[in-house]
């Protein structure tokens, strides 16, 4: 039923890129970075295609990417685990294997929280006795996180972010991963102390000229903070990747393929140095998607679980979303 449902996102995606690539209301070119010269987006614009707003019968752009379905990436344990989660109310917990995301069984929060420690530890061992698991693999309880991947709320600035990223020169593909699961649901501040739609650190967002004080933060205006994040992207996340690269003596690639992509996430979110660190940890030997699945299994002192994960959900929301749009279209028919 998944697979027929995947097939079906794939043909409508297909239609309408052929149906509305003329669409009047969908821009046709883009100003440069320097606010003068055209933009006409290509190849940039190779994977986006126009979908109409429900509410306002707009052809918004939309980066529909056949690769992830062509890979079967559906199919992975840890994309299937995430989507869960995101479709998991905050009240619930899946006890999950840390290095595969095998899931367990759901449990309440309430249940899990009332139990002593000593409790929680008998279980956790039960689990490992059960599946014959070494003492030392890692049994997590995972929450749900459905409040906070609001696909609705993030959805709508979709059109936005990708045609901010265009207009510098910088492949839309990294706007929409960014906006899917950096802040899907509002405006917030990390731990680390980024903030605003794209997640920027004071010193990234000053560096591409923001303003950042106890005034004023540009990091809550969507059009700053998108060149501020694809400027990022273009001048550090991607050449830094091609030089980890060739350290690595990986050559041949193509900054389209999406393990080239997902790895300037990485470096978008953990830092170039610390990808790179994690890289000589592994020592991958060829550019494909082994190269990421490495780094789902790869720690290091600033490479740690959050890191690994941070291509997982990416894979995780496209598909999501993907289902979202093709939930609507059919409602429109």
Known sequence: MRRSLYILIGFLALAQLSFFKNEPTKPLSRTSENGNTPYTGEPLCRNVIGLPNQKTSFCEDYVFDQTLYDLRLDTLRQVEFWRAVMNLHEDSSLVNLAVSRTVFEKISNKD??????????????????MHCLDTAQKILLTSG????????????????????FIANGVDPWYAQAILLIESPNKLQKSNAGAYGSFQLMKDVARMYGLKVNRHVDERANFERSAYAASSLIKKICIP???KMLDSLKIVNYNEHDLWFRLLVMHSYHAGAYNVQKALFACNPCEGNMDLVYSLWRTQTK??????????????AAMFEMDARRTVLQLAKL
Do not use: P
């Open 112 to 129: 899990w929280n009332s139990k002593s420690d000593s409790l929680k530890t008998v279980y956790r061992d039960s689990i490992r006795s």
């Open 145 to 164: 996180k459905k409040f906070f991947y609001d696909f609705d709320k993030a959805g709508e600035n979709l059109h936005k972010g990708i045609n901010c």
């Open 240 to 242: 830094y990747t091609k």
């Open 302 to 315: 600033r490479f740690k679980s959050a890191s690994q994960n941070y291509s997982q959900l990416i894979l």
